[in-house]
């Protein structure tokens, strides 16, 4: 999952991205908030956290328009501003959730996962296809009954194709998703992931869950449960 | 219990109270001389004519019956002359003292001289209590006898002698004491009333006048929170109370003004407070969950810094709260002439570098003379705070113009800045705690409490502080001295 983060704060903005990368996420950062609406309408983000008081456009303002402009991503509002007049704004400027500064990572975290996985149509924490699965809460992978250790990349990779099953995901979109845009992304490094992730797999007796559609990415077939069907993104 | 309701009763019926029985009193005072006149005069009317009845009466030599009298004086009246016949007591007596005739019952101890009392002196007037007839006026007159008329000469009347006679008359007070007695009676009695009628009428009456009293206390209980206004209009109540509603709508604005900065402060604390305090949670949080060594370090080093910027936060809240508490009448103590120009240099020591890194033009000038009779750390930290604000928002490029001068008895400091990105309406706002132009935080390095110590400290030391935006786009900010 992609997560851009717009705070001003560079202490906390650093933090929040060391958690957040340290958990799995592929973050991005910037400073102000017209940056961030260039970030948030040109990248297809899974989930934005925003500040409200930042410099060159307010946090609000930037709300509004990203979804004036069809905007979709799920956006979690962090800010100092704790009154109820406050969360109703931010609610209704467009935000999914409104977080008081100062708080917790656990809770910081469990909104974020909360988020993508309703912003994907993801019912439950646990997302099963046959012999297959996967904790989204405590990221953590099962095949064959037993627990697949997987490098945070490689469960990224592998959650990403989960949450969008029965869809052919492009190498770009996985790269878009799975890696910041701070980080260099070798050519084929979703390759190596996909090929890393299937060794695990057969290793677990598992063969065949993800396909690989030729000259454009690959797929996990069939709708797991524990999901709504959703609409092709 | 103080009530203007009682303070109302208690001043008009006391006051009308007291005006009816100074009426009364009056009224029975001159009732009371006009009838002891009247009956004083009545009593001279008498004694005149008793006194006519005195004649010099003489022998006639050719009435053998006469043979034997000595001529004199005679009280020619037949009558009886106790009090019951005439009503009155009376007593005549000749220069001699010799009495002509007199009531049985006048007293004896009731003596006058004689002597002294001419008939041009008129009547004289006294009281006396008289036995068997109580209190009483004596009239006392002299008056000269007449002589017997010569009836052969036709005369019927007789003609004044020089003998003189003292014709006392005394009459009982009794019938004018009942009469002045029956008019404090009435004046009483019409007292009593007018009292009772004025005394209902005064408490109807202020009830009534003290009603919108009543409507504007009904109007204030119900200004809400949300409604913060009296909501009948003023021009519903009498004349005499929209001043009072006047006064309390201004008050409510400013408690509303006052409000409103206290929420702007609370909400910009609370900001510059939660920031931090999130920052260090969450490099504890990843810290703790993460417990990489390099995040470790580089977490501690990040905890150190965010101490020392809360810190200097506290250190500036506390200067506010200084001077605040100087303000309101603290300690005066300490003060000594502090020269402008040589506090200017002082803070800009150290600062000319940066300033030429960013190209910002910077001169100080001005009149040596100027300076403040101040505490001088209070006036030291006002000049510094102005001088850093004025450094830190000029952008590269711009100016920044210090002056301090003499104008009167007014000693000025004035900063000149810019060009800013600031209206005049900002300027009546900048000096709020936490108050930046740009709202955000992207550089902590300020507390966005500069300016609200410039002024917490400057009223502290009864200094004039004052800003102006020129069309140029300069900020002006303007300490005075000995300006009110």
Request: hydrophobic share 45%; glycine share 8%; aromatic share 4%.
């Amino acid at each position: 999952m992609r997560l851009l983060i717009v705070e001003d704060s560079r202490r906390l903005r650093e933090s929040l991205a060391d958690g957040l990368r340290s958990a799995g996420y592929a973050v991005d950062t910037v400073a102000d908030g017209k940056q961030g609406l260039i970030h948030a309408r040109t990248t297809n983000y899974d989930l934005i956290i925003l500040d409200i008081m930042l410099p060159e456009l307010d946090g609000l303002a930037l709300l509004r328009q990203f979804r004036a402009a069809q905007g979709r991503a799920p956006v979690l509002i962090l800010s100092a501003r704790d009154r109820v007049e406050h969360r109703v704004e931010g609610l209704r400027s467009g935000a999914d959730d409104y977080l008081i500064k100062p708080f917790a990572l656990e809770e910081l975290l469990a909104r974020v996962e909360a988020l993508c996985r309703r912003s994907k149509g993801v019912t439950s924490n646990t997302v099963r296809i046959g012999d297959v699965e996967l904790d989204l809460a405590a990221r953590r992978f099962k095949a064959g009954g037993r627990e697949v250790d997987l490098p945070p990349r490689e469960y990224a990779v592998l959650e990403y194709l989960f949450v969008n099953a029965g869809r052919a995901v492009s190498r770009a979109e996985l790269e878009e998703h799975v890696y910041a845009s701070d980080k260099q992304v070798w050519s084929n490094a979703v390759d190596s992931a996909i090929a890393a992730i299937r060794r695990k797999l057969a290793h677990a007796g598992v063969n065949n869950l993800i396909e690989t559609k030729r000259g454009y990415g690959y797929m996990v077939a069939g709708v797991p449960a524990g999901m709504q069907a959703q609409e092709s993104s | 219990m103080n009530s203007i309701r009682r303070s109302l009763l208690v001043f008009i019926v006391g006051g009308c109270a007291l005006v009816l029985i100074a009426a009364g009193s009056t009224v029975q005072a001159v009732a009371g001389s006009v009838l002891r006149r009247q009956l004083d005069a009545s009593l001279t009317a008498q004694a005149k004519s008793l006194a006519a009845l005195v004649v010099f009466e003489t022998a006639d030599p050719e009435d053998p019956a006469d043979a034997d009298d000595e001529p004199g004086l005679v009280f020619d009246y037949k009558g009886s002359l106790t009090y019951e016949a005439l009503g009155v007591l009376m007593r005549i007596r000749d220069e001699e003292g010799e009495v002509l005739a007199a009531s049985p019952e006048w007293p004896r101890e009731l003596e006058h001289p004689v002597g002294g009392i001419e008939p041009e002196d008129g009547a004289s007037v006294r009281s006396e209590v008289i036995p068997g007839i109580g209190p009483a006026r004596v009239v006392t007159l002299a008056a000269y006898a007449t002589s017997e008329p010569d009836e052969e000469a036709g005369e019927t009347t007789g003609r004044p002698t020089d003998d003189v006679v003292l014709v006392e008359v005394a009459g009982s007070t009794a019938n004018v004491d009942r009469a002045v007695g029956a008019v404090l009676g009435a004046l009483l009695a019409g007292g009593a009333l007018a009292g009772a009628g004025m005394s209902v009428t005064v408490w109807l009456g202020v009830r009534r006048a003290l009603q919108p009293l009543e409507r504007l206390r009904r109007g204030l209980d119900a200004i809400a929170e949300a409604d913060d206004r009296i909501r009948e209009p003023a021009a519903n109540y009498p004349v005499e109370l929209r001043p009072v509603i006047g006064a309390v709508e201004q008050l409510l604005a400013r408690l509303r003004a006052a409000m409103e900065r206290e929420r702007r402060f609370t909400d910009a604390a609370a900001h510059e407070l939660r920031t931090p305090i999130a920052e260090l949670r969450m490099i504890a949080d990843v810290a703790e969950r993460w417990p990489e060594q390099e995040r470790l370090q580089r977490g501690m080093a990040e905890v150190g810094a965010v101490a020392d910027e809360m810190e200097t936060l506290l250190e500036s809240l506390l200067a506010v709260a200084r001077g605040e508490m100087h303000r309101a009448g603290g300690p005066d103590e300490g003060v000594e002439p502090v020269q402008l120009l040589s506090a200017v240099r002082a803070a800009l020591r150290g600062r000319t570098e940066g300033l030429k890194e960013r190209d910002i033009a910077c001169e100080a000038a001005g009149d040596e003379r100027a300076q403040w009779t101040a505490r001088r750390g209070a006036a030291l930290a006002i000049v510094r705070n102005l001088i850093d604000n004025a450094c830190e928002y000029t952008p590269p490029g711009g100016t920044v113009r210090i002056s301090a001068r003499v104008e009167g008895d007014r000693h000025i400091l004035e900063i000149a800045n810019g060009p800013v990105d600031l209206s005049n309406e900002d300027t009546e706002r900048m000096f709020e705690p936490f108050w930046r132009a740009e709202q955000a935080r992207s550089d902590r390095s300020h507390s966005g409490l500069g300016l609200a110590i410039v002024t917490s400290l400057a009223h502290a030391l009864k200094l004039k502080v004052s800003a102006r935006v020129d069309p140029d786009r300069t900020l002006s900010i303007r300490v005075a001295s000995g300006e009110r």
